[in-house]
């Protein structure tokens, strides 16, 4: 198979501890891109902090935003947004206040980032893209997530084993790739998708070829194809150089 799309996740994948891209994963990234192949970056991340990292990788392509809440044709040009309803928000709120301090929570928002310190009185004057909710104990968050799974109301993910990320019904990376892939005209079994978290997961298993990073987490982990090296060992760089420039003919 011939891979011609590799969507990435960024914080525990393309992104190491600080927060940086290594010169090797670079490296990797410059020669797939001299070989056409599309380079996108799919995260849970708000548009205003992945903007800077396309930028520096002088990426021109499609952006998948705030878990699919936002796909960006170019990363000057929004193809599509998908709210979250203001009143399933404000279910939230009140589920977050009857917790007190074990939880706090955190939201994007078209016009920016809301948590605590800055709520609207009236949250449904608001253009909600993603909520989420940080519990320090991991039962507050088992029954956090049990009562919001009963609501039916939420796509339900994680960026990390203590959090839980609300969006929009039936949206994803996943519907967020099949969007790109739309724009691009790259058929879905053409991807390869890399990620460590649960907001990864429906991404790997529609993707052509599902990749976790080693630092994944378990679940992540059982659903992928390959298991890459961790985001400390250019995970990344390894995955394109398997699988993309076929540098060991290791293909699927």
Not at 40 to 69: F, H, K
Not at 222 to 239: F, H, L, M, Q, S
Request: glycine letters at 8%; charged letters at 25%.
């Amino acid at each position: 198979m011939r891979y011609r799309l590799i969507a990435l996740d960024m914080d525990g994948t393309l992104l190491r501890r600080g927060k940086e891209i290594s010169a090797e994963t670079r490296r990797s990234l410059a020669e797939a891109a001299d070989r056409g192949i599309h380079i996108i970056l799919a995260t849970g991340r708000p548009y205003r902090d992945a903007l800077p990292y396309a930028e520096d990788l002088g990426l021109q392509m499609p952006m998948v935003i705030n878990n699919g809440s936002e796909i960006w044709e170019s990363p000057a040009r929004l193809h599509s947004r998908h709210e979250l309803p203001a009143k399933e928000v404000c279910r939230l709120l009140d589920l977050a206040a009857r917790f007190g301090r074990d939880v706090r929570y955190w939201a994007h928002t078209v016009s920016g980032r809301v948590d605590e310190t800055n709520l609207p009185r009236d949250p449904a004057s608001l253009q909600w893209l993603q909520f989420g909710i940080h519990a320090s104990r991991r039962e507050v968050l088992a029954e956090i997530f049990e009562e919001t799974k009963s609501w039916g109301a939420f796509e339900i993910s994680n960026s990390h084993p203590l959090n839980i990320e609300f969006n929009a019904p039936g949206i994803s990376k996943a519907s967020g790739l099949e969007e790109v892939c739309q724009i691009l005209h790259v058929p879905m079994d053409e991807t390869v998708a890399v990620g460590d978290s649960l907001n990864d997961l429906a991404m790997i298993a529609r993707a052509g070829f599902g990749v976790a990073m080693g630092n994944a987490q378990e679940e992540v982990k059982r659903a992928a194809d390959w298991i890459a090296p961790t985001n400390e060992e250019d995970g990344v760089a390894e995955v394109i150089r398997r699988y993309l420039l076929g540098e060991d003919k290791m293909y699927k």
